[in-house]
């Protein structure tokens, strides 16, 4: 079974700083099937990109996903007010479909 | 636009059967394309998938090895909705609950959550 890992736990930046969050799988994912979740508190998880790198519906082009194999980056450009949050990454290509433990950005 | 409406007791106790429904609007149960899930959260456990049941010319279902033995999911096509059972829970099933809609096992559309608390 995949299990993966994100790093760091927290990552304390102020608004308009760029953030940069890291998803590792213990094997390979299939054809990048990585994607990106944001949760705030009392909220149920929201789809921010799929497949590695494609944005779902809706969500800003400050987001943005990258990697392949086991290593994956969730990069936002430019940290909004509302982009404060837990971010979590999950594979989508196998069964099972794990999650990793998240990561938190919070305000500096 | 997709919205996912739960329901069910928010308390169960132990050894009973926790019951969950999610009504589906704007997409049906029956979809050739999506899957419909249940993942739920813990602090020790964190997001885990349940399982989840789509129909491909017959319905079919998956779980997660963890609650195999004791969990169910239909569809009801009569009430354009899903259910989720999950039997002999304890203390450990205690959970916020989300039903989810699963596109190529990318959760895009979730429900609102609920909190299932296992107690006596």
């Known amino acids: 079974d995949i299990v993966l890992t994100q790093s760091p736990v927290t990552l304390s930046l102020s608004p308009g700083e760029r953030a940069t969050l890291s998803c590792r799988a213990s094997q390979s994912v299939s054809s990048g099937y990585l994607a990106w979740y944001q949760q705030k508190p009392g909220q149920a998880p929201r789809l921010l990109i799929y497949?590695?790198?494609s944005r779902a519906t809706g969500i800003p082009d400050r987001f943005s996903g990258s990697g392949s194999g086991t290593d994956f980056t969730l990069t936002i450009s430019r940290l909004e007010p509302e982009d404060f949050a837990v971010y979590y990454c999950q594979q989508h290509s196998y069964s099972l479909f794990p999650f990793g433990p998240g990561t938190r950005v919070d305000v500096k | 636009q997709v919205q996912l409406q739960q329901s069910g007791p928010g308390l169960v106790k132990p050894s009973q059967t926790l019951s969950l429904a999610c009504a589906i609007s704007g997409d049906t149960v029956s979809s050739n394309i999506a899957a419909w899930a249940w993942i739920r959260q813990s602090p020790s456990r964190g997001l885990e998938w349940l399982g989840r049941?789509?129909?491909?010319?017959?319905?079919?279902?998956e779980y997660a090895a963890s609650v195999r033995s004791r969990i169910t999911i239909n569809p009801d096509t009569s009430k354009n909705q899903f259910s989720l059972q999950l039997n002999s829970v304890t203390p450990e099933d205690t959970a916020v609950y989300f039903c989810?809609?699963?596109?190529?096992?990318?959760?895009?559309?979730w429900g609102p959550g609920a909190l299932v608390t296992v107690s006596s």
């Open positions: 049941t789509f129909y491909r010319s017959k319905w079919n279902n």
């Open positions: 497949g590695a790198s």
């Open positions: 989810a809609r699963d596109i190529s096992a990318r959760f895009d559309y």
